[in-house]
């Protein structure tokens, strides 16, 4: 299985970028998909998932109303729209998959696979 993230960048802020994560070799559509972050010196911490049908989608609190996933199930795809871009978002970005989450949305230790993450730095 792989997963390989993309789309991230330097952005000023208040700017918007669009992260993606093709996964190969993995039975995608029965999936949940996952974005995390983690920033020099914190954890890494959840930002959103969504699951295979694309009804339902749960988002960190610090990211409602800026962040979007959204993901095609032909394409093997999931992507994060992010915009309104602050300091706070800087972060590597990693998507992730797991089918049972067993504890919750936001345990990475439910995720079975991991991308190597894509670097989003935002600049003031």
């Known amino acids: 299985v792989q997963l390989q993230a993309s789309g991230g960048g330097l952005v000023k802020a208040g700017g918007s970028l669009r992260l993606s994560c093709a996964a190969s070799?993995?039975?995608?559509?029965?999936?949940?998909m996952a974005w995390f972050r983690q920033a020099p010196g914190k954890e890494r911490s959840f930002v959103a998932n969504i699951d295979w049908s694309s009804r339902t989608k749960i988002y960190a609190e610090s990211v409602k109303g800026r962040f979007t996933i959204f993901r095609d199930n032909d394409k093997s795809t999931v992507s994060l729209q992010m915009s309104d871009l602050g300091p706070d978002d800087a972060a590597i970005y990693y998507c992730a998959a797991g089918q049972f989450l067993n504890h919750g949305p936001e345990y990475a230790s439910d995720y079975d696979y991991w991308g190597k993450g894509t670097q989003v730095t935002v600049s003031s």
């Open positions: 070799g993995l039975d995608f559509a029965n999936n949940i």
